[in-house]
């Protein structure tokens, strides 16, 4: 999963804070404004029963209270007041009649103000039309200006009756919803700007330069010019450029030393390689030396063992190691008496045996190192008498359990020899030497070297003149 943008994150939560607290604000102004304006309406509902209640009286003082109803149909005319009522209580019917008949209707909540001697509200906002009922009891008093017992044969604090009516909410709950949404609106406003905001201001000086700030770095340390920390708007990235300017310059400068050093171990390995390969080849000059063999005969064995591994398409690393081994193939000869090695005739068949033992002595002396160089020619040293079809010596070996190396030296060895003057025989001529291989191909030789030199005896034959 591709992972999140520090623009990303950061909108995320400052879009989820600033929703959160809207929501807050919202729920905490709806409840307030709410019980605000219940109190405001609840006060308003006691006004108008205050009116009410000194209309009646100076009706009843004026001695008209059979007028009474146009002043309550005026009351009911009032912009948001509806079902005006009067109740009278049983101590007034009693002493001044019933009264109309709407003053006698009473119904649970009523009575609940009758006898508590206390306004009782009703909030409905929950419907179409919402409305609050109020149930204001009028009380006998000898207190202020008027007093009801000049009038009333009642006690003090008795309950006279009650005016019941209810108050249109529906103008209130319009004005509070347009209220909220206009502050949902405003709210809802100042978040968008306020991501828009943060989302360009993130872009511009986080995003865009952190996003320069990484491919500078890359041209800085390729192209090994600083970057330039002008460019940067904000300090803080000005000292993350600086400090990068200080560190590429510390990379390039260690480069450039790793560099120079790893020059001078390619030159000193080299220098090793090169003296551990003349070291090899001198081994075998020793032993050609001492055998008394035609001159350049180890060099021309390498030379021939090398164009023949690139012929057997070997890899460059095994075409090396084969021709830094190949000089060191007979020198397992050091090991046999001048007697035997140098003898001008033919070997009997007890020198012969000794002869032979040049192979496991030539392994022994190199088979001892772990370096691939001389692994190489204790193999060649002592493959290199066997025979395709296993008639050779030392163990035996036949086709392809002879290591290519070993069947390579052992072709190119031959090769070079017949065309030699030795102790023991006279040196022959090309076409010869080439019967004789042909002859050889399959029993002596592996066959395919064998198709390879002879196809490309030109090539043989100029190392043949090269090194002669
Ligand atoms: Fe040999
Ligand atoms: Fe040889």
């Known amino acids: 999963m591709q992972k999140p943008t520090i623009k990303r994150i950061t909108l995320k939560n400052l879009m989820t804070f600033l929703m959160l607290l809207s929501l807050a604000t919202l729920v905490i102004l709806t409840v307030n404004f709410r019980s605000i304006s219940v109190r405001i309406i609840e006060d308003k509902a006691l006004a108008i029963s205050e009116v009410v209640k000194a209309g009646l009286t100076s009706h009843m003082r004026a001695e008209i209270m059979a007028k009474r109803d146009y002043f309550l149909a005026e009351i009911n005319a ?26 006698k209707e009473r119904d649970h ?18 419907e179409m039309k919402p409305y609050l009922r109020a ?28 005016v019941d009516l209810r108050l249109d909410l529906t103008e209130y709950r319009n004005v509070t919803a347009k209220l909220l949404a206009a502050i949902g609106v405003v709210t809802f406003t100042f978040i968008l700007l306020i991501v ?63 560099e120079k050093k790893n020059l001078e171990l390619e030159v000193m390995s080299d220098e090793i390689e090169h003296t551990l390969q003349e070291t090899i080849f001198t081994m075998g000059v020793i032993e050609e030396q001492r055998s008394k063999e035609t001159n350049n005969h180890t060099l021309r064995v390498t030379k021939y063992s090398q164009l023949l591994g690139d012929l057997s398409g070997l890899s460059e690393r095994e075409v090396e190691l084969l021709s830094m081994a190949a000089p060191l193939h007979d020198i397992g000869k050091l090991g046999i008496p001048d007697a035997i090695l140098l ?12 002869m032979k033992n040049h192979c496991q002595m030539g392994y022994n002396m190199l088979s001892h190192s772990k370096r691939d160089v001389l692994q190489s020619a ?10 395709w079809d296993g008639s050779g010596y030392p163990q035996g070996l036949a086709g392809e359990e002879i290591h290519i190396y070993g069947r390579i ?15 023991y025989k006279e040196k022959w001529a090309l076409p010869e030497i080439l019967t004789y291989i042909e002859k050889q191909r399959g029993s002596q030789f592996d066959p395919k070297l064998v198709d390879f030199l002879v196809e490309n005896i030109d090539a043989f034959l100029a190392i043949k003149h090269r090194y002669q």
Not at 109 to 126: C, H, M, W, Y
Not at 378 to 387: D, F, G, L, R, T
């Open 196 to 258: 828009v905001n943060n989302f360009r201001t993130i872009q511009r000086y986080v995003q865009d330069p952190l996003n320069k700030l990484i491919k500078k770095s890359e041209d800085a340390y390729h192209t090994h010019t600083p970057i330039n920390v002008d460019e940067f708007e904000c300090l803080e990235f000005e000292h993350v450029a600086k400090e990068i300017n200080l560190f590429t310059q510390e990379v390039i400068h260690r480069h450039e030393v790793i």
């Open 343 to 354: 003898k001008p005739g033919k070997l009997t068949e007890a020198e012969y045996e000794v």
């Open 409 to 423: 030296v052992t072709l190119v060895d031959v090769f070079d020899a017949l065309a030699a003057k030795r102790i």
């Open 109 to 126: 909540v009523t009575e609940q103000a009758f006898k508590s001697g206390r306004p009782v509200f009703i909030l409905n906002d929950l």
């Open 78 to 103: 009032l912009t948001l007041v509806n079902n005006v009522t009067i109740i009278r209580s049983k101590e007034v019917s009693d002493q001044f009649g019933t009264g109309h008949w709407r003053e």
């Open 378 to 387: 204790a193999i060649i040293a002592y493959q290199h008498h066997e025979k």
């Open 135 to 162: 149930i204001v009891p009028f009380i006998a008093s000898t207190e202020e200006q008027l007093n009801c017992l000049k009038c009333h044969e009642v006690k003090e604090g008795t309950v006279l009756g009650a």
